[in-house]
C-alpha cells in the first residue's frame, strides 16, 4: 500500500509474524521441521527471513519501545498474567498464546513494575498434560520444554547456549549418563 512520498508502508507486526521469528532461529536445527511449520502458517522462506529482519530492527532502533512494550505491542494483551517468586527475586510472568503450538505459550519474566525482560521462551500452557519423558528416546525435537526437561532428569544443570535465544542444559539420563540437550526460545531442538 503506498504511504506518504509514495513509499510502501509495511503490515503491522504481529502474532503471525512473530511465529515466524521464533521458527527462524530453530531453523538452524530443524530445518525439516520448520518447514512443515511454516507451510502450515501459509509463509514462504522471504516471509520468515522479512519477520526476523523486522524483528532485529524493532529490536535494535535506537529509540524503539522496550522489550516489554515491544511484545505487548505485537502479540497484545498477555492472556495471562501472574506475579511468581523466583530465588530471592519476585516477578511478573506474562503469557501470550502461540497458535502454531497450541499446547505452549510465550511466556516473558519482569521485574514486578518494570519494563525490562529478564527471561523470554516457550512453556507449556497451564492445562496441556507434559510430555511423558523417561527415557533419551523421549527427547525428540520440539517434545518438552526447558522446565520439563529439567524435572525429568535430575539433576540438570544449565550451560551457556550459543545465541541470547539459546539455552543449554546438561541432563542426567537414567543410569547415570549425562548429555546434553540443546533448546531454543525454550523448545527442544536436539539431543547432543
Not at 18 to 47: E, K
Not at 58 to 68: F, H, S, T
Not at 84 to 93: H, P
Request: one cysteine or more.
Amino acid at each position: 500500500m503506498p504511504g506518504m512520498h509514495g513509499t510502501k508502508t509495511a503490515a503491522p507486526f504481529g502474532a503471525f509474524e512473530f511465529q515466524l521469528v521464533l521458527l527462524r532461529r530453530m531453523a538452524d536445527h530443524q530445518p525439516d521441521l520448520v518447514a512443515d511449520a511454516r507451510h502450515r502458517l501459509g509463509a514462504s522462506i522471504a516471509d520468515m527471513r522479512e519477520a526476523n529482519r523486522r524483528w532485529q530492527a524493532m529490536a535494535r532502533a535506537p529509540r524503539g519501545r522496550g522489550a516489554l512494550a515491544r511484545y505487548r505491542s505485537v502479540l497484545g494483551p498477555p492472556e495471562h498474567s501472574a506475579r511468581r517468586t523466583i530465588g530471592d527475586l519476585e516477578c511478573e510472568a506474562l503469557r501470550w498464546p502461540v497458535p502454531l503450538w497450541p499446547e505452549l505459550r510465550f511466556e516473558v519474566l519482569t521485574p514486578v513494575k518494570g519494563a525490562a525482560v529478564w527471561n523470554e521462551w516457550l512453556v507449556r500452557a497451564p492445562d496441556a498434560p507434559a510430555p511423558p519423558l523417561r527415557t533419551a528416546a523421549d527427547l525428540t525435537p520440539w517434545s518438552c520444554t526447558v522446565d520439563e526437561a529439567a524435572r525429568a532428569f535430575p539433576p540438570a544443570t544449565p550451560m551457556q547456549g550459543s545465541a541470547p535465544t539459546r539455552w543449554c542444559l546438561r541432563l542426567t539420563l537414567p543410569g547415570g549418563e549425562r548429555r546434553v540437550a540443546e533448546f531454543t526460545w525454550g523448545l527442544l531442538q536436539r539431543l547432543l
